[in-house]
C-alpha cells in the first residue's frame, strides 16, 4: 500500500500522495448530491434495501461524525456514523464507508476510518458497530467478539456483525435489537408543525 503523510489542522486533515492533495473534511450540505453518485458508483441502486439502511433512513447522522474526502474539488470518500441503541446500550453504527474507484488505492478507506474513529471517542462516544467484511475491519480493532447476543431488523450474516468498544466495557451485556435513535430529519410540514415528526423507514 502506498503510504500516506497526514497532517491535521481545524478538524480537518490533508493527505498528501506524491503532491496530490485528498482532504478529510466535514461534510457540507452541498455534498448531498455528489455523495449519492458516489454512494450509487460504489454499492449500486440496491443500496436503498440494506438492512443497514433501515437504520439510517429518516435520520441525521451523529453530530460533527459525517466526513467527507475531497481531491481537485471532488468528493471522493463519505463515511458516517449513527446514533442506535445495541440491546439498551448506547452506541454509534458506521456506514456506508464508500471511495471512489479511482481512488481506492491512495489508502483513503484507512484514513476515513481513522479519521472517524478517533473524531467519535473523542466526542466520548463508548462504542461503534457495523455490518461489514471482518478481515478489512479487524485492523481497526473491530470483532464478532462483542455484538454476539445482538440483532438487526432482518437477516444478516452473524460474522459481519463487528463491534469495536472505544470505552472498554461499553458493550457489556448488549443483548437485543440494534434500533435507531438519532434526530429525525425534518420534513417541511414538520418545520410548519413541530409536533408532527416523521417515522424512520
Request: aromatic content about 4%; hydrophobic content about 45%.
Amino acid at each position: 500500500m502506498t503510504a500516506l503523510q497526514t497532517t491535521a489542522s481545524n478538524n480537518s486533515v490533508a493527505l498528501t500522495l506524491a503532491a496530490t492533495p485528498f482532504a478529510i473534511g466535514a461534510e457540507r450540505g452541498s455534498d448531498a448530491a455528489a455523495r449519492e453518485a458516489l454512494l450509487d458508483v460504489c454499492f449500486g441502486a440496491s443500496r436503498h434495501a440494506r438492512i443497514c439502511q433501515r437504520l439510517r433512513d429518516g435520520r441525521l447522522p451523529a453530530e460533527g461524525l459525517a466526513f467527507a474526502v475531497r481531491h481537485q474539488g471532488r468528493l471522493v470518500g463519505t463515511i458516517r456514523l449513527w446514533h442506535v441503541r445495541a440491546g439498551g446500550q448506547a452506541a454509534l453504527m458506521l456506514g456506508p464507508l464508500a471511495v471512489d474507484p479511482s481512488c481506492r488505492s491512495f489508502g483513503i478507506g484507512a484514513a476515513l476510518m481513522d479519521h472517524a474513529l478517533a473524531a467519535a471517542k473523542a466526542r466520548g462516544h463508548g462504542a461503534v458497530i457495523l455490518l461489514g467484511d471482518a478481515p478489512y475491519y479487524a485492523r481497526f480493532g473491530f470483532s464478532a467478539a462483542t455484538t454476539g447476543g445482538l440483532s438487526l431488523p432482518g437477516p444478516f450474516e452473524r460474522d459481519r456483525l463487528l463491534g469495536l468498544e472505544l470505552r472498554e466495557g461499553a458493550l457489556d451485556g448488549a443483548c437485543g435489537m440494534i434500533v435507531p435513535t438519532g434526530a429525525l430529519v425534518a420534513t417541511d410540514r414538520a418545520k410548519r408543525s413541530p409536533r408532527s415528526l416523521p417515522h424512520a423507514a
